[in-house]
């Protein structure tokens, strides 16, 4: 996010420099050479001006929102965003003990202690799971 936020705010430089160097000027031609302000060159002006500081803001806004979000990830406030290589939502796990197929975030028998086991009985409906806890004792 901060990287956009820095791409944004280059790209409004730019827009704010082009319209700095756009002429709102037309040339007269007849009887005499003069340069008179065009009041559509003057929008188009004003436009790229308002263009490019949109853009700047929008950029700031953008590394302030990526900066807040790496704080409160580093505090633990909130999660971090799935990488590459971290399990993401709906992958598939196998149970070493009963071979059910698990789907995260929910964790197999296998990868929860004891405890936790014994306080979700209670909502443990699955045949094959209750069969195979009660073989290792872990009930």
Excluded at 29 to 55: D, H, I, K, T
């Amino acid at each position: 996010m901060k990287s956009i936020g820095i791409v944004t705010i280059i790209l409004g430089a730019l827009l704010l420099t082009g319209s700095l160097l756009y002429s709102p000027t037309v040339e007269t031609g007849y009887p005499a050479y003069r340069e008179v302000y065009n009041l559509g060159a003057l929008q188009s002006q004003l436009m790229f001006w308002q263009a490019g500081l949109a853009a700047i803001t929008t950029g700031c806004v953008l590394i302030a929102a990526g900066t807040l979000l790496e704080r409160l990830e580093a505090s633990g406030a909130i999660k971090p965003e799935t990488k590459p290589g971290r399990r993401s939502v709906g992958e598939e796990i196998s149970c070493e003990w009963c071979d059910q197929i698990v789907r995260s975030p929910n964790l197999p028998c296998s990868a929860v202690s004891s405890a936790q086991l014994r306080a979700a009985l209670k909502d443990l409906r699955n045949e094959t799971c209750l069969k195979a806890l009660g073989e290792r004792g872990t009930l």
